[in-house]
């Protein structure tokens, strides 16, 4: 069975920096695609950054230059390092796993992972 869980949100101010977590059991992070999706009040969930099995990640356009995925092979864990944080960047966020779809830019939307995390809150004030 396949657990994803989420750990390192919280309350930072614009500016600041936070690091996530995604450790993962019943599922190999370093050869599989993993990802993380954010979620807004009232909005859809979006593909924020994806890391494909050989290295290869793609960012949103909003969080390209402030935030960087990795992984911690001997953990079984992903990170994401965010820097430079927003108000805007306020949502939960959530750790997929499980490439499923083959569709164009299928990383951006839930349909694009099988497996997913509780989620973890992200708040940023001004």
């Known amino acids: 069975q396949v657990q994803l869980v989420e750990s390192g949100g919280g309350s930072v101010q614009a500016g600041g920096s936070l690091r996530l977590s995604c450790g993962a059991s019943?599922?190999?992070?370093?050869?599989?695609?993993m990802g993380w999706f954010r979620q807004a009040p009232g909005k859809e969930r979006e593909g924020v950054v994806v890391v494909y099995p050989g290295g290869f990640t793609s960012y949103a356009d909003s969080v390209k230059g402030r935030f960087t995925i990795s992984r911690d092979n001997a953990e079984n864990t992903v990170v994401l390092e965010m820097n430079s944080l927003k108000p805007e960047d306020t949502a939960i966020y959530y750790c997929a796993a499980g490439r499923r779809s083959f569709a164009s830019s299928w990383w951006r939307t839930p349909a694009g992972f099988s497996y997913w995390g509780q989620g973890t809150q992200v708040t940023v004030s001004v």
């Open positions: 019943g599922y190999s992070v370093s050869s599989n695609y």
